[in-house]
């Protein structure tokens, strides 16, 4: 029996000097953010692909200059996680153009949209999940910025 390999894309996505990311409060856990993205479908050509469906379905939005920037591979029960990392600058964001299926699902919790300061000092102020992604992005603020031709801030 083969494992199973689960993908998925997900975005350190700028939007000038901020990093959009959603806060995910669900019952009973504290609150916690993520990057965007989720899991590759079958019917996406491309892991990129995946990475620009996944942006407009909980962003309504579009990115260009989509990086691949860091690679993270888990163990899972029966299988294999590799989430692909790229970074990307946001082009356009109409949230009630969301698409994604996971905002009708009240047990789900709520997925909030929000932009913090692409700093290593606001970042490492964040539950950014997985926290192996949060110290890369933390560590890396300039290299990241410097790929998208962004501007980061100093502080």
Not at 35 to 41: I, K, Y
Not at 121 to 141: C, G, K, V, W
Request: with cysteine; net charge negative; proline share 4%.
């Amino acid at each position: 029996m083969s494992d199973v390999v689960r993908r998925s894309a997900r975005a350190i996505l700028l939007d000038g000097e901020e990093l959009v990311l959603i806060k995910r409060t669900k019952p009973g856990r504290e609150p916690y953010w993520v990057t965007v993205g989720g899991g590759v479908e079958a019917d996406d050509d491309t892991i990129e692909a995946a990475l620009h469906r996944e942006v407009f379905e909980e962003l309504g939005g579009t990115v260009d200059c989509a990086e691949l920037v860091y690679l993270i591979t888990d163990q899972l029960n029966g299988g294999i996680g590799v989430q692909y990392i790229f970074a990307a600058r946001l082009v356009a964001m109409d949230l009630t153009a969301r698409t994604g299926t996971e905002f009708s699902i009240p047990k789900r919790g709520d997925y909030e949209v929000v932009r913090v300061p692409f700093t290593c000092d606001a970042l490492r102020e964040l539950n950014l999940m997985p926290s192996q992604l949060a110290d890369f992005i933390a560590t890396n603020t300039q290299a990241i910025a410097s790929i998208l031709d962004t501007p980061v801030r100093k502080a």
